[in-house]
Nanobody, 128 residues
Framework: HVQLVESGGGSVPAGGSLRLSCAAS?????????MGWFRQTPGKEREGVAT????????YLVDSVKGRFTISQDIAKRTMYLQMNSLQPEDTALYYC?????????????????????WGQGTQVTVS
């Protein structure tokens, strides 16, 4: 089965940038999947940030990160990226990537956490 490993988190000042990576390994159909980025802060529910379908154009970002975050992918490396610019303290969170079937990315299920069957362990982003 597919396993996901996030990396790239860290501590930056407000206005700084980070690029998160989500590398897939193991057996599984990575060439066609809905990949999502989520984030969570203590005491709050995990919230969706961005999605992309592997191997296809078209991405989705929530309004709070539009214009600042970009989601991209390298199919050959089986890696998805989240480029985060102009980071603000409210972006501080534990960031997770997750995988679901392609159709999840297409509508209201996009950020339904129970639709995602594979999750990474998370990478911490702290903005001060």
């Amino acid at each position: 089965h597919v396993q996901l490993v996030e990396s790239g988190g860290g501590s930056v000042p407000a206005g700084g940038s980070l690029r998160l990576s989500c590398a897939a390994s193991g057996e599984g159909v990575y060439s066609s999947a809905c990949m999502g980025w989520f984030r969570q802060t203590p005491g709050k529910e995990r919230e969706g940030v961005a999605t992309a379908v592997t191997g296809r154009n078209g991405t989705y970002l929530v309004d709070s990160v539009k214009g600042r975050f970009t989601i991209s992918q390298d199919i050959a490396k089986r890696t998805m990226y989240l480029q985060m610019n102009s980071l603000q303290p409210e972006d501080t969170a534990l960031y997770y990537c997750a995988a679901a079937t392609t159709g999840v990315c297409m509508g209201d299920l996009r950020f339904q956490r129970n639709q995602y069957g594979v999750w990474g362990q998370g990478t911490q982003v702290t903005v001060s």
